[in-house]
């Protein structure tokens, strides 16, 4: 470091950054420059979702391992290896998004959610495949994607600008209602049209979560969510394997059949005691060798809690709790409606996403088919959620104008100071 000093001004000292940077790689300065003045509210949410996502390398090389042995010509690392590959991608993007203006959000939010829907509208289409039971993926050959889970961030975005430019009419319902509602009922009938129940939950929580955050009257939201609540549970009960899963939720596993559509929830309910306080130790899983369907995705928090334990079910329970924190801080330290229905609808859907899971995994939902966000295997999955995540980082972001030079005061400086203001009044 170096430094000037002038007689009756206080002592600067400018970071000798011209020098270090002279002899540092390429790389390294840029890494500098782009994280010299972040906020503690960034680095929060930026630290803990990479630690989710390292935890679900973990999490999925593990659980995969007998599957992918068994399914990939003895190939244990084949799942861990692309979970990898989205990871890799996913990250970079992250950070990438996280240095765009929240402008142009803005200005191409129409134009997202255009793309997504008819990305979605490609499902039907000679493209689509099912997985799962689900009509929901876009089989290109060389990739699978789910636009679904593009369509949530999409949707998440527009609903954002369009509430920052009604924000004076929001106590009008038809401000509301007429331009969300056809939109969003597209959105989520689109994604019903492929039988994906629950994605579709998890967009309708979205959608209400944003428009809670957003300042809507809760009578409205009330209301509306006593009607959608009625048709949902009326799809829902409509026949197929929907229809069996809740049956077998509210009832209980048939006497005579108690392996046939509980034998998911059995099994996971299995791997959770076996795991005790402490679990079995990583690796160690009984239910991943092919007992518990989906071990590496829906099901991975079973996984989680037979392998670490209860210890390893709380530390998972506390990040993503940590992460709605770091959601509320950003939420709270900015006026902008835009911003502030942008991260609360990012905090519903992926924390909510992810108590849902558990939920299901804990008995106290039916089987639904949402994975656990960033620790789930699923490429579509986990690159939209870290794009919606830098979306979120690019609102945290601090000015960079005081970034340049910090100003150190000494006691002699700060007595001048205070005796030229007392001359100057």
């Keep these: 470091m170096t430094s000037t000093r002038m007689p009756g001004r206080p002592h600067v000292r400018k970071p000798a950054t011209p020098a270090a940077e002279h002899h540092a ?143 004076a009419l929001l106590d009008d319902w038809r401000h509301v209602v007429l331009p969300i509602g056809p939109v969003a009922g597209l959105a989520i009938l689109l994604v019903l049209g492929g039988d994906d129940l629950g994605t579709a939950i998890i967009m309708l929580i979205i959608v209400f979560g944003s428009l809670f955050f957003a300042g809507i009257k809760l009578q409205y939201l009330l209301f509306a969510a006593t009607i959608i609540a009625s048709l949902g549970i009326a799809f ?61 995705n829906d099901f991975i928090f079973a996984i989680i809690g037979e392998e670490l334990g209860l210890i390893g079910a709380l530390v998972v329970l506390v990040l993503f709790i940590v992460l709605a924190i770091a959601f509320v801080r950003i939420f709270m330290s900015t006026t902008d409606v835009f911003t502030r229905v942008v991260t609360s609808g990012v905090m519903v859907w992926v924390v909510g996403q992810a108590f849902v899971n558990i939920a299901v995994v804990l008995g106290l939902l039916p089987v639904l088919g949402v994975p656990l966000p960033l620790i789930s295997a699923g490429g579509s999955a986990l690159i939209s959620t870290l794009i919606a995540i830098g979306v979120v980082l690019s609102f945290a972001r601090q000015p960079r104008h005081g970034a340049d030079e910090a100003v150190v005061q000494s006691p002699a400086d700060r007595s001048r100071l205070a005796a030229s203001g007392r001359l100057a009044r």
């Design 25 to 167: 790689p390429a790389a390294v300065v840029t890494v500098r420059r782009i994280f010299a003045a972040e906020s503690a509210n960034y680095f929060l949410l930026l630290g803990t979702t990479v630690f989710l996502v390292v935890l679900g390398l973990v999490m999925v090389l593990s659980s995969s391992s007998v599957e992918s042995y068994v399914n990939n010509d003895s190939n244990s690392f084949a799942s861990f290896m692309r979970q990898g590959l989205y990871a890799i991608i996913g990250l970079p993007l992250m950070l990438i998004v996280s240095l765009i203006s929240p402008a142009f959000w803005k200005k191409w939010a129409w134009v997202a959610l255009g793309i997504a829907l008819s990305m979605q509208l490609l499902v039907f289409t000679g493209l689509g495949g099912s997985g799962g039971g689900n009509r929901n993926w876009l089989d290109l050959g060389f990739v699978q994607a789910q636009p679904s889970e593009l369509i949530k961030l999409a949707l998440i975005v527009w609903m954002a600008y369009v509430l920052s430019r009604k924000t």
């Design 236 to 296: 829902a009960l409509s026949g197929g394997s929907r229809s069996r899963r809740i049956t077998a939720w509210i009832q209980g596993c048939p006497p005579d059949d108690p392996l046939d559509s509980c034998w998911q929830s059995t099994h996971g309910f299995w791997a959770l005691a076996s795991g005790s306080v402490f679990g079995v130790g990583l690796g160690n899983s009984k239910a991943k060798w092919s007992w518990l369907p989906a071990a590496d």
